[in-house]
């Protein structure tokens, strides 16, 4: 019995060649076109190059300078061309196709190496799609590794398109469509009609947001939906790419990207034809194969075919269940290994803790604390995602006549969390019990980093009894989304950082994955080690990432409610980096300096939003502010 092969996979291979020879082409010519950005005077020249791997180079540097050099380079870049050219050209035989897609494959590490920026998902299918075209071309008489290498480049085709979507779905900034006007606002890959467009109509972003999310994480049913499915999907795919070539001028990845699509209409053809043959009572060859041998036909042995049979053998009863029983064995293992490694991390995390957790009525919490001292008691409250010991610097210059108390809300620091709802009520609520649980004595001189002055606003509206005055430290404002176009754009930005954070520190070992150049790297050197491990505990994340809902829901309206202090002072300390970057914060910072007539407020000009509270330098700023609050009755004084 013998196979009869049909002409079908060349033709698949010759249109995924044609089409990214044309973008293939185009890029070289335009490399040609403007050969001076590769001389050795500019930023790409081979001596600024060369400096990436040093040891490699100078260990291969006389036969890498002829290709890579200028202008030997300017000839790979004329090779490719030609070469693109030719394969462009019909009547070429398969022979001379694979080894031009040889060529343009090995020649692409050349290009990638001496053009070190500007390369994209679109370079990197051009070798993929050059690789593949080769690699069939060496299987001419192995039908099974042809289909293979088919199924190989579709399936990269179409998890390309799912990693991309899943990755936009991830997004807040994707998912509330307030990426799509930044994209298109860039000189280099925007467009000024379009971005008018989205920018001046939200439910337009939102729309192309989602229509590009969908799409993409659809694009891999193409391999296993109905024909005109899969057509639509390949479709929209092009439509995508096209649009992509007109407004952001992206146009190799309309080649590149297009050019897998006949790979990935071959193998859903494929599947198909292998389901229809496995319910027909005589099963029925995938379409291109004939069989010639006695006998009822029987489907190929493809990877298309292969793949279908494998789902089908998964989906039996018997193998369903015994998988059911191995999944559940797995998640208990994977339960039991993450058990073990939060209660790992819990230990490291609470080894060396400063200073003390205390026993409230439904929960525990971490404070730094001296209750002895005369005058009003100082409070502090932190800023998200930051533990108590960011005052560090503050409490060491601290007089030791001022009573004081830092602490961890619920999941932040070395504070367990807490169930229930933690709106701005609740904080105040348990800050009160807090202060009542460690003899705190009022009056209470309450500073608040960050989002920590919302919530110093919501004690004082709920118990003005007790305050004597509010600090706030480069602080948060109830209207700043409202009012801070800056604000808005970067809070999803801040709400991925944190949920991305959370991810990696659950999913990493315990020690060694913060950045060596965090700004909690500065606090007296005993809180460094500590704060920087209780920083590795994904609680911490997850906390955090809840605590910016809080803000945009409850907490932010709350602190609205205390539209003014009375003549209870209030002194405002602003970092002059943040309001450089955002001259509306230096605004916000002047409305909260206006709650009270007994009022301060100090520019710190070279303070960042961590370094005013987390450095040595800044941290007598804040002493200052506090000690000017301090002495304060209710007299207005002009600072």
Avoid at 147 to 155: D, P, S
Avoid at 189 to 194: C, K, P, R, T
Avoid at 332 to 346: E, M, P, T
Avoid at 496 to 523: E, K, N, Y
Wanted: net charge positive; proline share 6%.
């Amino acid at each position: 019995m013998t196979f009869e092969m049909s002409d079908e996979l060349d033709s698949v291979f010759r249109k995924v060649e044609f089409m990214t020879s044309l973008g293939a082409t185009i890029g070289s010519l335009e490399q040609l076109s403007d050969p001076e950005i590769l001389a050795d005077d500019h930023l790409l020249g081979w001596n600024v190059t060369r400096l990436r791997g040093p040891k490699l180079w100078r260990d291969h540097s006389a036969p890498a300078e002829k290709i890579l050099a200028y202008p030997q380079i300017l000839s790979v870049f004329g090779a490719r061309a030609l070469s693109g050219t030719s394969l462009l050209l019909p009547g070429i035989s398969r022979t001379q196709r694979g080894v031009l897609c040889g060529f343009m494959s090995a020649s692409s590490y050349a290009s990638q190496t001496r053009m070190v920026y500007g390369f994209d998902g679109s370079d990197h299918f051009a070798f993929l799609n050059y690789a593949c075209s080769a690699l069939e071309k060496l299987y001419s008489h192995d039908p099974r590794a042809r289909e293979e290498i088919a199924l190989f480049l579709a399936l990269q085709s179409s998890l390309s398109y799912l990693v991309a979507g899943a990755s936009k779905l991830m997004s807040p900034s994707w998912r509330d469509g307030s990426a799509i006007p930044g994209i298109f606002r860039t000189s280099t890959y925007g467009d000024a009609g379009f971005h008018d467009a989205v920018r001046d109509r939200p439910w337009l972003a939102k729309a192309v947001a989602w229509g590009t999310i969908a799409g993409e994480l659809a694009f891999p049913l193409a391999l296993v939906a109905p024909a005109p499915v899969a057509r639509g999907l390949m479709a929209a795919g092009a439509g995508f790419h096209l649009g992509n070539a007109r407004f952001m001028g992206l146009n190799r990845f309309l080649w590149s990207y297009c050019a897998t699509y006949p790979a990935v209409e071959h193998v859903g053809r494929e599947v198909r034809a292998a389901r229809a043959a496995r319910r027909a009572s005589g099963p029925s060859l995938p379409a291109g194969r004939t069989w010639t041998g006695p006998g009822p036909a029987q489907p190929a042995a493809g990877g298309a075919a292969a793949l279908h049979r494998a789902a089908g053998w998964l989906t039996r009863p018997e193998v369903a269940k015994s998988a059911t029983a191995a999944g559940a064995g797995l998640l208990a293992l994977a339960g039991a290994g993450a058990l073990h490694r939060r209660n790992r991390r819990r230990r490291t995390v609470r080894a060396g803790v400063p200073g003390r957790l205390v026993r409230l009525s439904t929960r525990s919490v971490h404070v730094l604390d001296r209750t002895r001292g005369d005058g009003p008691t100082v409070v502090f409250e932190n800023g998200m995602a930051c533990p108590s010991t960011e005052w560090g610097w503050v409490l060491r210059q601290l007089p030791e006549h001022v009573p004081y108390v830092a602490y961890d809300r619920p999941g932040t620091g070395w504070s367990p969390s807490a169930g229930g709802p933690r709106d701005a009520a609740r904080s105040a609520a348990d800050l009160r019990e807090l202060l009542h649980a460690v003899s705190a004595r009022p009056p209470f001189l309450l500073v608040g980093h960050s989002v920590g002055g919302l919530l110093i606003r919501s004690f004082a509206a709920r118990h003005p009894d007790e305050t004597h005055g509010l600090v706030f430290v480069d602080s948060s404002h109830p209207q700043q989304l409202e009012r801070s176009p800056r604000q808005r754009r970067t809070t999803p930005v801040v709400r991925q950082q944190m949920t991305t954070t959370w991810l990696r520190t659950a999913l990493t070992p315990v020690r060694g994955r913060q950045s060596r150049d965090s700004p909690f790297d500065t606090l007296p050197e005993h809180l460094v080690g500590p704060t920087r491990t209780c920083l590795e505990d994904p609680g911490m994340w997850l906390a955090a990432r809840r605590e910016i809902g809080r803000w945009l829901g409850s907490w932010a309206t709350d602190a609205g409610r205390l539209t003014e202090a009375g003549t209870r002072p209030v002194s405002v300390l602003t970092a002059g980096r943040t309001s450089r970057t955002d001259p509306v914060h230096l605004d916000l910072q002047r409305d909260l300096a206006g709650l009270s007539p007994v009022s301060r407020h100090r520019l710190v000009e070279d303070a960042t939003h961590e370094s005013l509270v987390m450095s040595a330098e800044h941290a007598g700023e804040i002493v200052q502010a506090l000690a000017w609050a301090r002495e304060k009755e209710g007299v207005h004084v002009r600072d």
